[in-house]
């Protein structure tokens, strides 16, 4: 689904956590809500996830939402190539095993730390507003299993939006590896990450 910037120094006192002010949508940019197919329904995902467990974007440009771990990875909706190379990933007690409810060559975002909670899988390239998936402010950890180098290589970059005169607040994710507990990524001005993205930014290489 990269950043490394170091609050600021105190001198006397220590830095307040600087909390997540998130600019309101002008009417001019209202949110496009993604649709999901969804056991059998369509449902507006900045609405309500309808109790789904996790959700995908395929590369059809499709996004399927599931009720289990095994729904999602034996979507056939899936490439073939992506749900083989996912089969390969390492035992589970091994170091380097990425979280089995995460798929190869995707952007794995999760709603809680340690890689668990609900979960949106990211595929395509380009800037998410996480409000139009529903989990925007929500955000606690993120894992990226590079399968395919070749074709899925790159970074990515989040964003808390600030309202004027606060500049936005951005950083990178440059993998391959995870992000497992925003809340030990420092956050300019004090505090952390923890539930502050508001926009996912996929860059494909």
Known sequence: MLLFTSGATAIA?????????????TPEAPTAPVIAEYNGQTINLAESWEGAASCTELPNGEVHCYDSDAE?????????ETRAETSKAPTADAASAPPDNCVADYWCLYMDSGYSGRLLRLYSDGKKDLSEWGCRDKLSSVYYWVGRYSINYGDAKITDLRSWPVEDRVRSLDPPHGWKSFRNMDYPGGGNWDNKVDIFEVRRA
């Open 72 to 80: 999602a990875l034996t979507d056939p909706e899936l490439p073939a």
């Open 13 to 25: 006192d220590e830095p307040t956590a600087e909390s997540s002010i998130t600019a309101t949508p």
